[in-house]
């Protein structure tokens, strides 16, 4: 049993406590499906199973009383209530103790148990460890005669196996007795006619016969030196289970090294490695633009072909690399499911959580960074959204609030929605503690959207009163910072009396994204490609900036013009072609004014340094073919100021 | 000639214990997660030995060895019934199906192989 068997142990164990976490909550949503039943006693009998095969024998005892309560409720002589399931669930996390060997010096797993025992109604302890083998008879005896019955051919008995274990044991003198073997015409090859004998001048012991034929059924005789008949037929209903090893293994363990799953479909791989073949896949897609610019510079046609064939197998593995680190979103679900499950009991709102696209799949790095905002936004719904069960009644509501989770693929961005059906946002209040905290002015005219976005503001809450739930009005601005940091937007959309929604776009991946490289007064910038809407023309009557309302007419709508060259304060004029990169981030577009465009690029996002950190404008900075550095332009970032361009105009208007 | 063993559980730690054990001894070993993977495997592949759990997704120890032992390919092969269960009447259930023996789990390596060797050789 060598440490890789007990990671993959680990492992499986993690993955079946949280099934049985998502088993036992979606059970109390629907505590008659027997199905869910089923399934929650399964995972507790493989926990049960492997445990005690990886040296867990308490946790194996533990969950073994653990299953034998469900066992009443798969047999249905019991059912299932909200009273179980909380005992469950918390017998469950005792399971994750025993895994990390912590101590129980309170007793607190007893308790669990005998609890969830009196909750299902089970009479007795059926805590105990696998039973001893009992022992056989034992007695001296020196001929021996058999005969297997039944179909012990055709279940894979093979006589020539036991009589060489029985000439391990010291048979001599073996003889086939064929006297009942019929005549060819009546023979059924299945059935075994021939009956052997042996002696045993040194004597054997009855166990030791017992253990050969352990698995078969057989009519033997076993008869003492005084020839006393003593025919033993053992019963094929009542065999003894294996108890010591028979023999010791007699094969040498072959020099070759455990050969590769055939069988299994998937196997488990560490993040970690994943992460470090991610590293390695971007460091080649960079090497591999490299090289394509070499060999364009060359000209020389075989290399180009040989630069452009490892360019196409590199972004090969690059997509195959990023598909291996997608995760559905089930996997942050069951969290979730149990938050709001204790929440709703904590506060005495009733909850139905809904899920819908669980099997989205998101990059690792993302789910694993979008689950503690996701909590947040959770705990907040319940705490803030939704009314307390008097005032929906008011409202006429139905009592048990709803919370809705979804989602879905738009495009390379992945789209989560939060919402409930509470009471909306307050937008005079939020309006109020803007002006009071200095977050707007008195006289400042907001749209409804920027009046939502002011709750991610940092120090907002509008709870009347701070409860140990939702904290105290930190939170919102973190999780848009989060979000951000995943290069997503957050938005708020509300309709008063009727609930809230958080809108959440996230990119499906972070590591290496497709990006389209344009130059602003000889420098070059990467804007993310998925963020790109369109590239149109700037009209040369456009190239300078006239007054305070820089708009562009694109189909009738208009986009706020963002012009790159100002925003650098890069030194010179504009040419005379100038070009529009519409981007859009969330709701909101803006066009960026750039000289030109050179093309699209693979881009392995680099993390700005600490120092520039701070920097806005840039999310990251990403290494081009010929060495150079280009700062990634921030998106969300141009988007901000754009619309900064558009609620002036609006203000003005 | 090398021995082919169909392990068909649905834990991973214990195939990959069952797997691993099997192969440094010198067998080759087929893995299927669940009774109906075992089944067919069982059907498609050459195996001389099977290795079943009883508590499985799909299709259970006992409902796999009687579909098995429904094909004339299933004749003379021996199945090992795994279960962390000693009642007698599971093992009644289990001989009655076509299962040659069984183990009680938990199990060690060199029990796994003295069981395998019994069958086997």
Same mark, same amino acid.
């Given at each position: 049993m060598d440490d890789d068997m007990m990671a993959v142990f680990r492992q499986e164990a993690t993955d079946l406590i949280e099934s049985l976490e998502r088993g036992l909550l979606d059970l109390s949503d629907q505590p008659g499906d027997r199905d869910l039943i089923n399934a929650v006693f399964r995972d507790l009998h493989t926990i049960k199973g492997s445990g005690a095969m990886f040296g867990f024998a308490d946790m194996a005892?533990?969950?073994?009383?653990?299953?034998?309560?469900?066992?009443?409720?798969?047999?249905?002589?019991?059912?299932?209530?909200?009273?179980?399931? &909380?005992? !469950?669930? @918390?017998?469950?996390?005792?399971?994750?103790?025993?895994?990390?060997?912590?101590?129980?010096?309170?007793?607190?797993?007893? =308790?669990?148990?005998?609890?969830?025992?009196?909750?299902?109604?089970?009479?007795? #302890?059926?805590?105990?460890?696998?039973?001893?083998?009992?022992?056989?008879?034992?007695?001296?005896?020196?001929? *021996?005669?058999?005969?297997?019955?039944?179909? =012990?051919?055709?279940?894979?008995? &093979?006589?020539?196996?036991?009589?060489?274990?029985?000439?391990?044991?010291?048979?001599?003198?073996?003889?086939?007795? *064929?006297?009942?073997?019929? !005549?060819?015409? =009546?023979?059924?090859?299945?059935?075994?006619?021939?009956?052997?004998?042996?002696?045993?001048?040194?004597?054997?012991?009855?166990?030791?016969?017992?253990?050969?034929?352990?698995?078969?059924?057989?009519?033997?005789?076993?008869?003492?030196?005084?020839?006393?008949?003593?025919?033993?037929?053992?019963? !094929?209903?009542?065999?003894?289970?294996?108890?010591?090893?028979?023999?010791?293994?007699?094969?040498?363990?072959?020099e070759e090294g455990p050969q590769a799953d055939k069988g299994g479909a998937t196997m488990r791989v560490a993040a970690e490695r994943l992460d470090h073949l991610m590293d390695r896949v971007g460091e080649l897609v960079i090497a591999d633009a490299r090289l394509l610019q070499l060999a364009q510079q060359s000209r020389d046609p075989a290399l180009m072909a040989a630069a452009e064939e490892i360019s196409r197998l590199a972004a090969g593995l690059r997509d195959t690399t990023m598909r291996i680190r997608m995760v559905p979103v089930r996997s942050m679900i069951g969290r979730f499911r149990r938050l709001i499950h204790g929440l709703s009991e904590t506060i005495g709102k009733p909850v139905s959580f809904i899920v819908r696209g669980e099997e989205t799949e998101l990059d690792k790095t993302v789910i694993e960074q979008l689950a503690d905002p996701i909590v947040h936004m959770l705990r907040n719904s319940v705490d803030h959204g939704l009314e307390s069960p008097a005032d929906r009644a008011a409202a006429g509501k139905p009592a048990e609030g709803r919370i809705m989770l979804e989602a879905e693929y738009s495009g390379a961005e992945v789209v989560i929605r939060i919402s409930d059906?509470?009471?909306?946002? #307050?937008?005079?209040?939020?309006?109020?503690? =803007?002006?009071?905290?200095?977050?707007?002015?008195?006289?400042?005219?907001?749209?409804?959207?920027?009046?939502?976005? *002011?709750?991610?503001?940092?120090?907002?809450?509008?709870?009347?009163?701070?409860?140990?739930?939702?904290?105290?009005?930190v939170g919102m601005d973190v999780v848009k910072k989060t979000i951000e940091g995943l290069r997503g937007s957050i938005e708020v959309q509300s309709v008063e009396g009727r609930g809230t929604t958080f809108t959440l776009r996230l990119p499906l991946t972070l590591a290496i994204i497709e990006g389209l490289l344009v130059e602003v007064a000889g420098e070059r910038f990467s804007i993310p490609l998925a963020a790109v809407q369109e590239i149109v023309e700037l009209p040369a009557d456009r190239i300078e900036e006239d007054g305070s309302s820089d708009f562009l007419d694109v189909r009738d709508r208009l986009v706020p013009l963002v012009r790159l060259r100002r925003m650098f304060s890069s030194p010179g004029a504009p040419g005379e072609f100038q070009t529009v990169v519409i981007v859009r981030a969330g709701e909101t577009r803006a066009g960026a004014v750039v000289d030109r465009i050179i093309g699209t690029n693979q881009i392995v996002i680099k993390q700005m340094s600490r120092l520039h950190s701070g920097v806005r404008a840039f999310s990251g900075a990403t290494i081009l073919g010929d060495g150079t550095v280009a700062l990634i332009l921030d998106v969300p970032h141009l988007a901000g100021v754009g619309q900064g361009v558009e609620d002036r105009r609006g203000v003005a208007a | 000639m090398t021995k082919t063993v169909l392990a068909v559980d649905d834990s991973p730690s214990i195939r990959c214990m069952v797997a691993m054990t099997l192969r440094e001894a010198g067998y080759e070993v087929i893995e299927?997660?669940?009774?109906? /993977?075992?089944?067919?495997?069982?059907?498609?592949?050459?195996?001389?030995?099977?290795?079943?759990?009883? #508590?499985?997704? #799909?299709?259970?120890?006992?409902?796999?060895?009687?579909?098995?032992?429904?094909?004339? @390919?299933?004749?003379?092969?021996?199945?090992?019934?795994?279960?962390?269960?000693?009642?007698?009447?599971?093992?009644?259930?289990?001989? /009655?199906?076509?299962?040659?023996?069984?183990?009680?789990?938990?199990?060690?390596?060199?029990?796994?192989?003295?069981?395998?060797?019994?069958? *086997?050789?």
């Open positions: 005892a533990f969950v073994h009383a653990f299953e034998s309560a469900f066992d009443l409720l798969r047999s249905g002589q019991a059912a299932v209530t909200p009273d179980i399931i &909380r005992l !469950a669930l @918390e017998a469950r996390d005792e399971i994750i103790g025993f895994l990390s060997e912590q101590a129980d010096p309170d007793g607190r797993r007893a =308790a669990i148990l005998a609890a969830l025992e009196a909750a299902v109604g089970a009479t007795g #302890n059926a805590v105990g460890t696998a039973p001893l083998p009992e022992a056989a008879p034992t007695g001296q005896a020196h001929r *021996l005669w058999f005969r297997l019955t039944g179909n =012990a051919l055709a279940l894979g008995a &093979r006589p020539d196996l036991l009589l060489a274990e029985l000439r391990e044991l010291g048979a001599t003198d073996i003889r086939a007795d *064929l006297s009942e073997v019929p !005549a060819l015409d =009546a023979l059924d090859p299945e059935v075994c006619m021939i009956g052997w004998s042996m002696d045993f001048p040194n004597g054997i012991t009855r166990d030791a016969i017992d253990n050969v034929f352990l698995f078969n059924d057989v009519d033997l005789r076993l008869e003492a030196p005084q020839a006393a008949v003593d025919r033993v037929p053992v019963a !094929a209903s009542d065999p003894v289970p294996v108890a010591e090893p028979v023999s010791a293994p007699a094969r040498k363990p072959s059906d509470g009471r909306g946002l #307050n937008r005079d209040r939020i309006r109020a503690k =803007a002006i009071a905290n200095g977050l707007i002015g008195a006289d400042t005219i907001l749209t409804e959207s920027a009046m939502n976005a *002011l709750i991610l503001e940092p120090g907002f809450s509008t709870a009347e009163s701070i409860t140990e739930i939702s904290g105290r009005g | 299927a997660a669940d009774g109906k /993977e075992g089944l067919e495997k069982a059907l498609s592949h050459h195996v001389d030995a099977i290795l079943t759990d009883q #508590n499985m997704p #799909n299709l259970d120890g006992l409902g796999f060895i009687r579909a098995f032992r429904q094909h004339p @390919e299933s004749k003379g092969k021996p199945i090992i019934f795994l279960s962390t269960d000693s009642a007698d009447t599971l093992k009644q259930q289990a001989r /009655e199906a076509g299962a040659m023996g069984w183990m009680v789990k938990p199990f060690t390596q060199p029990q796994l192989l003295a069981v395998i060797k019994k069958v *086997l050789g």
